[in-house]
C-alpha cells in the first residue's frame, strides 16, 4: 500500500471540475467516511468520474446524454501536521472499518478511532466488491464480524486487485492540497 508523501499526486474523478474541495458536500457512508477520495491511479478516477456521473444525471445536475466527466488532479503539498492511517492491507480491520463507515452501528469502536484521523488510506471496495460488501452485511457469510464470515468475505474480495484511496477527512487535510489541473475524459465504453 502507498503512504500519503508530500508531492505526491492524486486523482478525483467527478461529473465536474473540483477545485476547491467541500466537505460539505462529500456523502458521509463511503469506506472511511464523509471525506474527499483520491487516488493515484488515473484508471480509478476514471472509474469514480463514471459513478459520479450516472448519480449526477440521477439528480438531474447534469443532463442524461452527458457523456463526459472529469479527473482533477491535486499534489499533496505537506503531510507534517495530519493524523494519517494507512491500512496496509484489505483485512479483517480494513474490512471492520469499511462497514462500520457503510452500515451505522456495526464496529462502533473502529469508528471511533477513525474519528481522530485527518486521512485515512487504504485499498477501495470498488463496483467490483460491493456485492460482497453487502453480502457480508446482510449475514451472508456467518454473523457480521465472525472469524468464519470475516475469512469468506476477505477471500472473495480478491484485495490483491484492489486500487488504493485516500480519504482526506478534515480541512486541514484538505488545505494540504494543491490543484493541478483537470481534465475532461469520456465516458463511453472503449471499443
Partial sequence: MKQLE???????GSFCIVE????????????FGRGFYLTTSKEQAKSFAKISTTKAKSRGDVPASEKSGYISAFKVTDIDELNVFTFQNAGVDWLHCVVSHRKEGTFPDVHK?????????????????????????GNVFGP????????????????????????????????????????????????
Wanted: neutral net charge; hydrophobic residues 35%; charged residues 35%.
Fill in 144 to 191: 457480521i464480524g465472525s472469524e468464519k464470515a470475516d475469512e469468506m468475505c476477505i477471500s472473495l474480495l480478491l484485495p490483491e486487485r484492489l486500487e488504493d484511496q485516500f480519504c482526506f477527512r478534515t480541512q486541514r487535510a484538505i488545505s494540504k492540497l494543491e490543484f493541478l489541473k483537470s481534465e475532461k475524459v469520456s465516458l463511453d465504453k472503449e471499443r
Fill in 6 to 12: 508530500k508531492g505526491m499526486v492524486l486523482y478525483h
Fill in 113 to 137: 478511532k477513525m474519528q481522530d484521523y485527518d486521512v485515512v488510506s487504504g485499498k477501495i471496495a470498488n463496483n467490483d466488491t460491493n456485492t460482497t460488501i453487502v453480502a457480508y452485511m
Fill in 20 to 31: 476547491n474541495p467541500d466537505l460539505k458536500k462529500c456523502a458521509a457512508f463511503k469506506d
